[in-house]
């Protein structure tokens, strides 16, 4: 019942892992399910997801009242930034970023737009990341297929993002 709480906890205490990751992504049931008033009591007839649709109740009310043109893409960033605030509050995340040891990122990407979108901890903006090639290469003989990206991705390590919408283009919801 607690699965993803007990591997968050595994990856940040005994893996030490430095950086978190919350990708959400374009066409979302869930933040469709929450827009069109699934219900999120338990005599709906789904146990766990009315539960889980619940959780963005806040964001949803708070991207209503906003007036967005587009609220499905609105409450799939604003379910990022609920999901990175909701991790924040288990006190190893919170003690791992207080002690400079985790950091936590918000990405959002969907297919029919073939861009990531990463969220710039600065401003809470979501960024184009510009020149993000990934290719995916066929070889006739074998069938096999392969992906290569760009230099950018290339480190074993880590990779870096811009941090300025003067690197990449700036979202507004």
Known sequence: MHGVSAALEYAVKALKVEHIVIMGHGGCGGVKASLDGVSTSKDSGFEFIGQWVGLLDDAREKVINSGSVNPQYALELEGIETSINNLKTFPFVSDAIDAGQLKLHGAWFAINHGELHWRNNNNSRF?????????????????????TSSPMLSSKKSFSLPDSAAASKELSV
Not at 128 to 146: D, F, Q, W, Y
């Open 127 to 147: 960024e184009v990341v510009p020149n993000l090639c990934i290719e995916i290469k066929r070889n006739p003989a074998s069938g096999m297929t392969r992906s």
